[in-house]
């Protein structure tokens, strides 16, 4: 069950940085709420079988954490090849 908790903590950690970097506010309540939820079906599905619980925990958290660096490489990316904007022309 420690495993789930951390998992817990650590989806917690990266939500809180995706919303904290991109739109300068803590997360909502119904975003903790969400993802406390998932990790709850997690921990129950983990009283069953506990590495099935806890690998469905890491797993999206890596999936979470993979997305969230993705994203940014993929902007960064974009503007470093965007081309140069053309010159203004005046005509007189």
Do not use: C
């Not at 904290?20 to 406390?36: G, K, R």
């Not at 469905?56 to 940014?72: E, I, N, P, Y």
């Amino acid at each position: 069950m420690s495993g789930i908790i951390l998992a817990w903590l650590v989806g917690e950690g990266i939500i809180t940085y995706r919303v904290v970097t991109t739109d300068h506010h803590p997360p909502l309540p119904s975003q903790i709420l969400a993802s406390s939820g998932f990790f709850v079906i997690a921990a129950m599905i983990a009283e069953a079988n506990n590495a099935l619980g806890t690998l469905l925990a890491v797993g999206v958290d890596a999936a979470a954490a993979l997305s969230l660096f993705r994203a940014r490489a993929a902007a960064k990316a974009a503007q470093a090849s965007a081309p140069p904007l053309p010159a203004r022309t005046v005509i007189a």
